[in-house]
């Protein structure tokens, strides 16, 4: 004898559709979530004596004739991210090194914001950073017309004495996670002498 056939059971393949479409809904989540991990705007900071140290002359807001001695921080958008908007960059620390190697603070329980390369007088001190693509913040600078080395934050501020300083720099974005950069910076009072090197 044939057995009968068992009606099928819909509450069952309903329940079974309804379980794959959640699986698939919860992919789908997953993978938006993890591309718009990896497409948010990642800072990187980098510092080298030859590539972020220049000497000019023909500045803004200096006499053409003076000339003057750059020392930068290279800031860049990781590549295939998205934009990092607003970007700002501060000076959170300096320290004076002293001879035997110990830390004397040069710029006590102060943070101040720092400019971007050639941005005007005045401007916002953000930047839209597209990816893969570098730009750069002033630290300090030193003329033949100033015996100061300047530090190039807003107010302004002056370092007198010749000697070694580790300056820290922080930069954040929207929607990226904040950066530090560590910088040794080597100034024997002239503008000549102006020079740096990444802290290890």
Not at 34 to 48: E, I, V
Not at 102 to 116: C, E, K
Not at 146 to 168: K, R, S
């Amino acid at each position: 004898m044939v057995p009968a056939s068992q009606p099928l059971n819909w509450n069952a393949i309903g329940a079974l559709g309804q379980w794959f479409a959640g699986v698939a809904t919860l992919a789908v989540i997953g993978y938006m979530i993890w591309q718009d991990s990896f497409r948010r705007p990642k800072l990187l900071l980098g510092f080298d004596n030859e590539r972020d140290v220049k000497s000019q002359s023909n500045t803004v807001g200096l006499p053409p004739t003076v000339l003057s001695r750059w020392l930068r921080v290279r800031v860049t958008n990781g590549k295939h991210r998205r934009v990092a908007e607003a970007s700002r960059a501060y000076l959170i620390g300096i320290k004076k090194i002293g001879p035997n190697g110990q830390h004397q603070d040069a710029f006590p329980n102060d943070v101040r914001p720092l400019g971007w390369t050639h941005d005007p007088p005045g401007s916002a001190g953000t930047r839209d950073l597209l990816p893969g693509v570098d730009h750069w913040v002033d630290v300090a600078a030193a003329s033949d017309a100033a015996p100061d080395l300047q530090v190039c934050v807003q107010p302004g501020w002056v370092l007198q004495d010749p000697g070694d300083y580790l300056i820290t720099v922080q930069v954040s974005a929207k929607g990226a996670a904040p950066e530090k950069i560590d910088v040794l910076v080597h100034w024997g009072g002239t503008w000549q002498s102006l020079r740096g090197e990444r802290a290890k």
